[in-house]
Structure formats: C-alpha cells, structure tokens
C-alpha cells in the first residue's frame, strides 16, 4: 500500500477529541479538562506541522507567535464550519473579560479607560469586575462540550474586538508617520500620498491582481474603482463628521499651499482620462491603457515630490 504524503496527512486543529486526524484520534472517547482545553486553545503552534515546514517558516513563526497569543486571547472566534462551533468554554469566558478590557483600552489610545468615575473608581476598573462577573457566570452555566444558545453573541464581539484592534494599529501607524515627517521635515500631505497611500493600497492591488488572474477582470476593475469611492464617501464622510462632534465643527484642508491643487488636479485629470478612454475603446482595456495609468502616476508622484522639496514653486 503506498504511504500517505504531506499533502494528504490530516491536519489537527489539536483542540477536541473530534478534531484529531484519524491517525491520531484516541480509541476511547474521553473529556478533556478545561485547564487542558484552555491550553490546547492558547497554542498557535501545531507540532505535526512543525516538523514539516522549513527552518525559514519556523523562524517567522517564532516572531508571529507572541501577536497570535494576543489575539487568541482577546478575539473570540466563531467558526459555523466546525460542529462545536468553535466553542472554547474556559476560553470564551476568558474573552469576556478581556475583549471588553481591549475595547475600552485601545479607544482614544486609553483616554476612556483611565477616566475616573466620579473621580475616585477607573472605568477600567468596572469594565474588569463586570467582565469578571458575566465570566463566572458563563463558566458555572455552561459546558465543555456543548456550545450555549446565545454563543453567536461572541462572534459579535470578535468583530468588535477586531476593529479595536485595527484602530489601534491604525492610530500608531499614524504616530509613526508623524514621526517620520518631523525627522525628514515632511509635510502631513506628502506622507499621505507616499507611505500612507501605499499602505492603504498594497492590499487592494493584489487581491485585484489575484481576481484578474483566475478571470475576473471585471471584478477586479469595479474593485478599483469601488474601493477609491468608498474611501472618499464614506472614510472622508465618516472621519470629518467624527472630527466636527469631537473637537470642533469646521474641519480646514488649507488648500493654500500647490501641493494641494496638484493632487486636486491629478485625481481629476486622471478621472476625466479614465472616463474618456475607456468607453474609447469600447471597455475592451489593452496594455497600452494600464502602461499609461502607470506612467501617469509615476509623473504626478515626481511633481508631487519635487514641489514638496521646492524644486518646483510658485513665484
């Protein structure tokens, strides 16, 4: 008989009795503690799949590991695929209380956490015991091997988990460019249209990429579009209305300096090129369409910098 590949050796998620691959599923069905659930849920690592993996993936595993920990530990996972759901009864009632802790501690970079009620008692502080309390609750009600009724509600809160946690990254990113211009002297608009719209966009273009390959150009052309007009609508809309009922009601671009009228000018003027070529060439794009998009965006990314540097200036 010919012995199973990698390929086809079953994988354990290594939680449940259920979950073990055939070959290594116990003979007699047993329960497993929850101290033992606990910390088979806690461990990113799978050491079948170690073993198999290369020296150069085990080592950029070894630097993932520290951010799965935090994740696994304040991000509830709800999975449908799974018959148990997913359900991690010491686990989740862990999530209780640190999926709220996260929530109020990442929001303003900590500010609602630290304030104080009437003084004297940390928000923090009530966040932890309420949380303490519902998890206890849920602990005692509950069971290992049955998720309860009301086990959708985690998945709600790993959203919100989720979010917090992008807004944090999202805030520090923010920091470090600010960082960045104070030591090069850079203004807030040129890391914008540099670092700032490099990360925002390097994830759109390859799954754009990805769904032109496997044949779904259209797709991926709406996508490019789509994604530009639900940032400016909705992120511009959304962030100036949140600036104008936090700070103040008047939120000024200071469309004084050229810089400004440059990226105005080269968005439409790029739009306008779009509009006009494309039905063109009855929406039937060849390279020469792509080979000009990106020419047009190396021009304009060079008059950016150099009128940024004073090279090119009004007089």
Same mark, same amino acid.
């Given at each position: 008989?010919?012995?199973p590949?990698d390929?086809?050796e079953?994988? /354990?998620?290594g939680?449940?009795s259920g979950d073990?691959g055939?070959?290594?599923?116990p003979?007699?069905p047993?329960?497993?503690t929850s101290?033992?659930?606990?910390a088979?849920?806690? +461990? ?5 799949k ?5 020296w150069?993936w085990?080592?950029f595993k070894?630097f ?5 920990l935090?994740?696994l530990? +304040?991000?509830?996972?709800v999975d *449908?695929d799974?018959e148990d759901l997913?359900w991690?009864r010491p686990?989740n009632c862990l999530?209780?209380l640190?999926s *709220?802790?996260l929530?109020v ?6 500010t609602?956490?630290?304030y104080?009620?009437?003084?004297? !008692?940390?928000v923090? #502080? ?8 519902l998890a206890?609750? &849920? !602990?005692? %009600?509950?069971s290992?091997?049955?998720? *309860?009724?009301y086990?959708? =509600?985690?998945?709600f809160?790993?959203f919100? @988990?989720?979010?917090?946690w992008i807004?944090?990254?999202a805030t520090?990113l923010?920091?470090?460019?600010r960082t960045? #211009?104070i030591?090069?002297?850079? +203004? ?10 490099? #990360?925002?966009s390097?994830?759109? %273009?390859?799954s754009?990429l990805t769904m @032109?390959r496997?044949g779904?150009p259209?797709?991926?052309? /709406?996508?490019c579009f789509?994604?530009? &007009?639900f940032n400016?609508l909705?992120g =511009?809309g959304?962030?100036?209305l949140?600036?104008m %009922?936090s700070s103040?009601l008047?939120?000024k671009?200071e ?7 440059i990226?105005a000018g ?11 070529s494309? *039905?063109a060439q009855?929406?039937q794009l060849?390279k020469?369409y792509g080979?000009?998009? &990106?020419?047009?965006?190396? @021009?304009f990314?060079?008059v ?5 540097f004073? =090279?090119?200036?009004?007089s």
């Amino acid at each position: 008989p010919e012995m199973p590949t990698d390929a086809e050796e079953p994988e /354990s998620s290594g939680t449940g009795s259920g979950d073990y691959g055939e070959e290594y599923r116990p003979l007699l069905p047993s329960r497993e503690t929850s101290l033992r659930i606990l910390a088979t849920a806690l +461990s990113p690592l799978d050491y079948r799949k170690w073993r198999r993996k290369p020296w150069y993936w085990c080592v950029f595993k070894v630097f993932k590991v520290p951010v799965e920990l935090v994740l696994l530990l +304040s991000v509830p996972v709800v999975d *449908p695929d799974k018959e148990d759901l997913n359900w991690k009864r010491p686990l989740n009632c862990l999530h209780v209380l640190t999926s *709220p802790l996260l929530c109020v501690l990442t929001l303003k970079s900590g500010t609602y956490g630290l304030y104080q009620i009437q003084g004297v !008692f940390p928000v923090w #502080g009530l966040i932890t015991l309420v949380g303490s309390v519902l998890a206890i609750i &849920i !602990f005692i %009600t509950t069971s290992n091997e049955e998720p *309860p009724k009301y086990h959708c =509600v985690f998945a709600f809160l790993g959203f919100l @988990a989720s979010a917090m946690w992008i807004n944090a990254a999202a805030t520090e990113l923010v920091n470090i460019l600010r960082t960045l #211009g104070i030591i090069f002297q850079l +203004s807030n608009t040129v890391l914008g249209l540099t670092l700032l719209a490099w #990360g925002n966009s390097i994830g759109d %273009t390859f799954s754009d990429l990805t769904m @032109a390959r496997q044949g779904y150009p259209r797709m991926a052309f /709406s996508a490019c579009f789509g994604g530009i &007009i639900f940032n400016i609508l909705v992120g =511009v809309g959304l962030g100036c209305l949140l600036q104008m %009922t936090s700070s103040q009601l008047v939120v000024k671009l200071e469309p004084d300096s050229l810089l400004v009228w440059i990226l105005a000018g080269a968005l439409g003027l790029s739009l306008v090129f779009s509009f006009v070529s494309v *039905p063109a060439q009855c929406f039937q794009l060849g390279k020469a369409y792509g080979v000009c998009l &990106i020419l047009y965006y190396l @021009a304009f990314l060079c008059v950016a910098l150099l009128t940024e540097f004073r =090279v090119i200036h009004l007089s």
